[in-house]
């Protein structure tokens, strides 16, 4: 059932085996396994990640390589929700642990007139993942008119996409511009763009020099293009450098603030799991991009897959058995 602040009460009471926060690749995944093992799931969802963003997904297998990655959401959603799972669009601000070995999951509901509710769980799988830092301009329309066409935020994703194409690398710290050297791998045409973010050293600057690769310091004023397909971009000082394509190298935020209260295992911003995607508590997975990986709308499926199915099989088997009763016949003489 879609839930909204219209028939939220139908829900506040029900305690689910799981809650998923996160409702890309890697949460529907799990939400699906979850209802067709008969488990009641509800997934929270604050709407347009890292996912949603993607125009065409084009390394998973069994899908057209130009289906949008919206598409596929959508899809996952109507059969989660065929399967009489519970949708929310909310934010998830904190989770609890109770006293009764349950989680308190603590959502905020709406954009200006905010409803604030609590829902209970057994088990939580964490599936908010992350978003990508774009170049940050005064017209960030002009900015998303490109990103997620030809100006990629994944090399192993998109590397395919920028073979032997005139290619511009975005970085905001000298240690991001190491990526040049594994992008060169799919393209020796790179011009690194700072922005003016960043300082680079003389021995960073030896080694692009070496490599033939251009560093550009002068910030970005904006991006040139039509119909989604960017061709370069314009400096401040009013000098245009011809682009075919581009790669966005200037991290990522991740969504997992609402974790932070609890005793988990981290490396970085990452939740260390488990081959079951299991973290360091054992009521508590996490899949897709904030367990340590890659991160690939493949890898996040698998990751959904794996999270129900440990989480089913602890339910199943702390559940009595169930028996066909009319062909069990009692011993002689049982007490009734």
Not at 101 to 107: E, G, I, K, R, Y
Not at 287 to 310: H, M, P, R, Y
Not at 316 to 330: D, G, K, L, T
Request: negative net charge.
């Amino acid at each position: 059932m879609k839930l909204s602040r219209k028939n939220l009460d139908q829900r506040l009471n029900h305690l689910y085996d799981v809650i998923i926060v996160g409702g890309g690749m890697g949460g529907l995944s799990a939400a699906i396994y979850l209802q067709r093992y008969r488990l009641s799931c509800l997934v929270i969802e604050k709407g347009k990640g890292r996912s949603f963003w993607m125009q065409d997904v084009r390394n998973f297998l069994g899908q057209d390589p130009h289906t949008p990655g919206r598409d596929v959401l959508n899809q996952g959603q109507d059969h989660f929700l065929s399967l009489g799972g519970d949708h929310l669009r909310g934010f998830v601000e904190s989770v609890e642990e109770t006293e009764d070995d349950t989680f308190a999951v603590n959502v905020k509901v709406g954009k200006q007139d905010v409803t604030g509710v609590t829902f209970r769980s057994k088990y939580l799988i964490a599936a908010s993942g992350v978003i990508d830092n774009l170049p940050q301009l005064d017209d960030m329309q002009n900015v998303f008119d490109y990103a997620g066409y030809n100006l990629h935020v994944c090399m192993i994703c998109d590397g395919w996409e920028m073979a032997d194409l005139k290619c511009g690398l975005f970085v905001n710290t000298e240690n991001a511009i190491n990526t040049a050297f594994v992008l060169n791998w799919f393209t020796p045409y790179i011009t690194v763009f700072t922005h003016g973010l960043c300082e680079v050293g003389a021995e960073m600057r030896g080694k692009l020099k070496e490599y033939g690769f251009p560093l550009v310091e002068t910030p970005i004023a904006r991006f040139l293009g039509e119909k989604h397909t960017m061709t370069g971009v314009e400096l401040a000082d009013g000098s245009q450098i011809e682009l075919e394509t581009g790669l966005v190298s200037m991290g990522s935020q991740y969504h997992n603030g609402y974790l932070k209260g609890l005793d988990l295992t981290w490396k970085g911003e990452n939740l260390v799991t488990d081959s079951m995607c299991r973290t360091s508590h054992d009521r508590i997975f996490a899949v897709g991009d904030l367990k340590e990986g890659i991160n690939q709308v493949s890898i996040a499926v698998a990751d959904g897959t794996l999270a129900a199915t440990a989480i089913w099989r602890e339910i199943r088997r702390a559940s009595p058995p169930r028996r066909w009763q009319e062909n069990i016949v009692e011993p002689i003489g049982a007490v009734l």
